[in-house]
């Protein structure tokens, strides 16, 4: 198993590090992680994103305050985008598109502060894939940082690939998207299903003049000077060095970035006291903790077979259910009729805010049904809660993949071209994974995995490295910009 690379010999000089994530919580929360941890080191950090997102971000614990400041830019007004909704998770699907297009007119606030403010580094997400050159003309050095791991990095391919700079003249098809590509070199299942890839194929070919969320990353790529990713060798030791293969340009993996407590409100705690004493009746590792993120919402259809589901398995259950996705959203969805009474007590469904950390930390705890969004997965894991997966959006299905193919991860039996699943099939994969002699073998890689993606020293070595190769990088002049 690798290591961590052993970095060049770092200046000691402090750093400023403007860091500029998506408008989305599942990559604003993995910044804030990092930035927490840089700003451990006693480096400085700007933090920009809209006015709403960073009021709706947990509090920053008092020693580290002064070292990270956000910097609030008000989100441009554009049409089709409802008033006040700053992330993804204000707005259903279909509407995102008008976010990227919102944020694209960040451009001239984001040059505006970083020509006063002059960070040495400017540490980005795909969205913003302009910023590279406008960091190049500034003479900052650019960190392209993706919240994506290793695997789907690589399955990604190049960068000139996702900007649609390649010699295959056929067009590209979805079906193209359900085999490893040609760069893999070794036997891997890691590829989108049918229903996975179909479900998020405008962020692949775009429509009209909208930049497609591939051609970002892409892009985002090729115009940065070092590309940083939320992984480790401990995890991906044969993925990380196909990255560097692929992408020709310094490859620094940041850890997995486990998740800290943060301070709840009055009104939260409240809230976490009410589920922590349900929790405290039930027996150890008995409940199933079932959430989808910030984003994913099942069909009403989906939603009917995961709570029938749920019932059928007998199992407890606390579920954190998001009915609609921002104010926008109007298809509203409603569990199956009489199923809150019939399984009162045994299961509790919580539809506002819910702690997370907390309630994968509590020993009753022994499953968590998730759509494998990257933090959640790892969330899980730090706990040693075994997984049961079920997918979505976005690069979930690739998430999914590396999970089964190491055996930390089982995914509920679906139809490959739509995706369908049954209740049957709901039950059926909880009791397997959670109870069953057969779905030992989930259990027990959990727990291993859990010794290093909860381990602190191990993240602290993967930040020193990330700092020591920042520090150590030869400033771009801006004739070097594209």
């Not at 910097?71 to 008033?83: G, Q």
């Amino acid at each position: 198993m690798e290591s961590i690379p052993h970095p060049t010999m770092a200046k000691p000089d402090k750093l400023h590090i403007a860091m500029i994530p998506w408008l989305a919580f599942g990559h604003i929360i993995p910044y804030l992680e990092l930035a927490k941890l840089i700003a451990q080191k006693g480096h400085k950090i700007s933090f920009l994103s809209t006015p709403r997102n960073i009021d709706r971000l947990p509090k920053l614990p008092p020693n580290l305050a002064p070292l990270i400041n956000f910097i609030k830019l008000p989100l441009p007004h554009v049409d089709n985008l409802p008033e006040n909704a700053e992330s993804t998770s204000d707005l259903p699907y279909h509407k995102v598109k008008y976010l990227k297009i919102a944020y694209d007119l960040l451009q001239q606030p984001v040059t505006s502060f970083l020509e006063s403010s002059a960070p040495d580094w400017v540490m980005h997400d795909f969205a913003p894939y302009w910023l590279g050159p406008i960091a190049a003309r500034l003479n900052i050095s650019s960190a392209f940082f993706t919240i994506s791991i290793a695997s789907s990095l690589v399955f990604l391919g190049p960068a000139k690939y996702m900007m649609g700079m390649h010699s295959d003249p056929k067009p590209i098809k979805a079906e193209d998207f359900t085999v490893p590509p040609k760069w893999v070199p070794f036997k891997s299942t890691v590829a989108f299903k049918l229903f996975e890839i179909l479900r998020v194929f405008d962020e692949v070919v775009a429509e009209d003049e909208e930049i497609s969320g591939i051609y970002r990353f892409g892009a985002s790529i090729d115009r940065c000077d070092v590309l940083a990713l939320r992984s480790c060798y401990e995890f991906e030791s044969e993925w990380l060095p196909i990255v560097e293969e692929i992408h020709r340009k310094p490859v620094i993996p940041v850890g997995q970035l486990p998740a800290t407590a943060y301070h709840e409100d009055d009104h939260e705690d409240i809230a976490w006291r009410e589920m922590k004493e349900w929790l405290d009746k039930q027996g150890k590792g008995l409940v199933v903790y079932v959430a989808f993120g910030s984003e994913a919402k099942p069909s009403q259809a989906e939603l009917t077979e995961i709570a029938l589901g749920l019932e059928l398995s007998e199992l407890p259950f606390l579920w954190a259910l998001r009915k609609k996705r921002g104010m926008a959203d109007t298809e509203v969805i409603e569990l199956p009729e009489g199923f809150e009474e019939r399984t009162r007590g045994r299961g509790l469904v919580r539809t506002r805010w819910v702690p997370q950390l907390r309630i994968l930390s509590h020993d009753s705890v022994g499953g968590f049904l998730t759509h494998s969004g990257w933090s959640s997965v790892v969330e899980g894991i730090q706990f040693g809660r075994a997984l049961i997966l079920l997918t979505f959006l976005a690069e979930q299905g690739l998430n999914a993949r590396v999970l089964e193919e190491k055996k930390m991860g089982y995914s509920i039996p679906r139809d490959e071209r739509n995706g369908w699943f049954t209740r049957n099939s709901v039950a059926e994969s909880l009791r397997l994974v959670m109870v069953e002699e057969e779905g030992k073998i989930y259990r027990d890689k959990v727990k291993e995995m859990q010794g290093i993606f909860g381990d602190r020293d191990i993240q602290d070595k993967y930040v020193d490295n990330l700092l020591a190769q920042l520090q150590s990088h030869p400033k771009r002049g801006p004739q070097e910009g594209k």
